[in-house]
């Protein structure tokens, strides 16, 4: 028996050595992308995943927009299907392009982004996670960010999907900046940390002060060739939960320490699992997705 499978998710990003192939959708063409043999030819399709999932014990999934090799009605019904029938939930739809902080393209982006909100409903996503901006986070840039944030969020809310955005890129560089973002929209737009994204000096300190308001988290584990990290894994997700985080925790493996993906995974799953069980953590915030 695995413990706590309710707090553990998998990115699909996790097994992109698996995967292979990647449709890079952008929102400079509509068009369907062509596959592009970016990691290496793979051995596993997405529409398997799910099933992988099940059978490693984890039963949440997280889809990054470039693994969808079609948006087709029939293809999306087809992978909702499967992961039914795995009795894995897709947790989040990761929208891996746009800017909503560019002058000269965030209206475009903005449109774009809204385009895969049908998808991310028909593949039963309680979230979908966009790019907040890139821009340097001048007022102005905030603000222009927060403004098509919260237009999108009115049409996820519409189709039962909760937008969330990430500490990620250089518009949200500080807890003041994504502090500021959610306060300005007002609960619409939701959190998921990343622990992977704040690599510098005072990690620590800003993780605390964004995961205390988080509903997701991309569980990422620094490795090297020493393997991985336990001292800052376990660090990050001690801060997690001291100050209030009890939402799932997406394992992100992104090494070649372990050949086999599925590994690295395991690997941090097992660092989680053995602070939980220290720090009696065993249920998930009321209504976390």
Partial sequence: MVKFTDRFAVSSWSLHRALGSTYPYTPANNAQPSRQPTY???SLELIDLPRQCAE???????????????RSPGYIAEFRTAAQEAGVKIQTLLVE????????????????????????AALGA???????????PTDIALTRAETYLRKLAELTSAAGVRLVVENWFD???RPAEVNRVLDAL????????????????????????IM?????????????????????????????????????FTLIYDSRYHEDEWSGILEERACITGVLESKNESMPAAGAV
């Avoid at 014990?57 to 990054?64: P, S, T």
């Avoid at 746009?98 to 385009?115: F, H, V």
């Avoid at 988080?214 to 997690?240: Q, T």
């Fill in 171 to 173: 518009l949200l560089p």
């Fill in 40 to 42: 290496g030819e793979g």
């Fill in 97 to 120: 392009d746009g800017d909503l902080s560019d002058p000269d393209t965030a209206q475009r982006d903005a449109e774009w982004m809204a385009g895969w909100i049908d998808t991310a």
């Fill in 212 to 248: 205390r308001r988080a509903e997701l988290c991309h569980a990422k584990g620094r490795y090297s060739a020493a393997g991985l990290d336990v001292e800052d894994y376990v660090r990050c997700v001690e801060l997690s939960t001291a100050v209030g985080y009890r939402g799932p």
């Fill in 126 to 136: 309680g979230n979908m996670r966009v790019i907040a901006g890139k821009a340097q």
């Fill in 56 to 70: 490693h014990g984890v039963f949440r999934l997280e889809i990054c927009s470039f693994h969808l090799p079609s």
């Fill in 186 to 209: 007002d609960g619409k737009v939701g959190l998921n940390g990343d622990f992977g994204n704040w690599e510098r000096d005072g990690k620590y300190e800003d993780l605390a002060m």
